[in-house]
Nanobody, 120 residues
Framework: VQLQASGGGLVQAGGSLRLSCAAS????????MGWFRQAPGKERGLVAR???????NYADSVKGRFTISRDNAKNTVYLQLNSLKPEDTAVYYC???????????????WGQGTLVTVSS
């Protein structure tokens, strides 16, 4: 099972980006999916999470600016980043709670990370 994240890049303050993360492999089902971020010298923290049914929660720092969504048919989670600020600069990691076809429960699968850099 793999999570492949994409969509990061360099953007000016006030700009937008859309991150994608696709899960692949012997997947039976995916429950919660989410995005975390880690800035230089800081711990990794939750940005947003979405349940299979679409219920969402966000870090206070991104509420009203970021939107998480998912396509269950494609095993993909998205993060729309709007009104970006320099303090949003970080490596963004996707995360998923996966049950494999073989019945293995993987509660904490991580993608490889994608860098978002916001210039002032």
């Amino acid at each position: 099972v793999q999570l492949q994240a994409s969509g990061g890049g360099l953007v000016q303050a006030g700009g937008s980006l859309r991150l994608s993360c696709a899960a692949s492999g012997s997947i039976f089902s995916i429950n919660d999916m989410g995005w975390f971020r880690q800035a230089p010298g800081k711990e990794r923290g939750l940005v947003a999470r979405i349940t299979r049914s679409g219920r969402t929660n966000y870090a206070d720092s991104v509420k009203g600016r970021f939107t998480i969504s998912r396509d269950n048919a494609k095993n993909t989670v998205y993060l729309q980043l709007n009104s970006l600020k320099p303090e949003d600069t970080a490596v963004y990691y996707c995360n998923a709670e996966i049950t494999t076809i073989g019945g293995y429960y993987l509660p904490n699968q991580w993608g490889q990370g994608t860098l978002v850099t916001v210039s002032s």
